[in-house]
């Protein structure tokens, strides 16, 4: 029996079996394979444009005896074709982190209508939100969450147009604000402000404990490999550093390959993007909107 499982409807359960959230978690409790999964992966609800996640979550959280062996749980996987990601109706979490102290990963997809209350969890290693634009609010959530054995935080941050209403002093106030002694991996990508991430990052406090850095997929310049080019030699834990999906020159990148290599640290910078003129402007998109 694995110990993984996804649960997911395509488009004809739904409209032929009159299938939605609310079924969904029906079926996983009555389903015989439960017990023995660790892992659970909710994927298409039926028209999840249209219907939230809300009553899988309350229905995990008023379950909990049956998903506490559960220790890893991902709501919302599901590509563009079945849903676009802005268009993922999310729900409120704040019950779940009670519900389930054991869960050690949890992984979001989507963050319309998302929001994450007030975090507390002893347990949890792992937490990634993937979306085309996150809330500030939810950025607050996380500054202000206790999380004392988190070690990978990744966050989409995505742009204006779906759901990021924030700026970079929100970034920043997060990591500011947050505790997390055991934090070894951070993610801040996917941004249409990715320079200026760079620089809050390179100069947060976690930068002297994380062994990963993820700065991809967002609209990284030649200001922000300047940046990396420049701090990351002073900081020989950070092992690997991915800016996959980028704006960098190729003799930035050039410059970057020697300067990690000189310092044994490895870094990922495929998918080289070119920018886009337009009326006089220059256009960046990050790789994840819509």
Not at 24 to 46: H, N, Q
Not at 48 to 70: L, P, R, V, Y
Not at 120 to 130: C, D, G, P, W, Y
Request: proline fraction near 3%.
């Amino acid at each position: 029996m694995a110990d993984s499982k996804k649960y997911s409807y395509d488009w004809e359960e739904y409209e032929e079996g009159n299938k939605d959230a609310k079924t969904m978690v029906e079926e996983i409790l009555a389903d015989p394979e439960l017990p023995g999964l660790s892992e659970v992966i909710i994927g298409c609800w039926g028209e999840s444009w249209d219907n939230s996640a809300q009553a899988i979550i309350d229905g995990i959280i008023e379950n909990k005896d049956k998903f506490s062996h559960i220790k890893s749980l991902f709501v919302g996987d599901m590509d563009f074709e079945e849903c676009e990601v802005s268009w993922i109706e999310q729900g409120n979490y704040e019950g779940l982190w009670a519900a389930l102290p054991q869960l050690e990963k949890l992984t979001i997809k989507g963050s319309t209508n998302l929001s994450l209350g007030k975090i507390e969890h002893e347990n949890l290693k792992s937490l990634e939100i993937i979306c085309g634009g996150l809330p500030k609010d939810v950025l607050a959530s996380i500054g202000e969450s206790k999380l004392p054995n988190l070690e990978k935080l990744a966050l989409y941050i995505g742009v204006e147009d779906y759901g990021f209403d924030g700026d970079i002093s929100d970034i920043k106030g997060m990591l500011d604000k947050s505790d997390f002694p055991k934090l070894k991996a951070l993610g801040i990508k996917d941004s249409e402000i990715q320079d200026e991430v760079v620089e809050v990052v390179m100069a947060c406090k976690y930068i002297d404990q994380v062994e990963l850095l993820e700065l991809c997929y967002g609209t990284l310049t030649d200001k922000g490999g300047e940046i990396l080019l420049n701090e990351l030699p002073k900081h020989k834990n950070i092992k690997m550093v991915d800016l996959e999906y980028h704006y960098m020159s190729e003799k930035m990148m050039d410059q970057l390959d020697d300067m990690m290599e000189a310092n044994d640290m490895d870094i990922q910078m495929s998918d080289p993007q070119e920018e886009e003129e337009w009326d006089g402007e220059i256009w960046r998109y990050p790789m994840l909107t819509e």
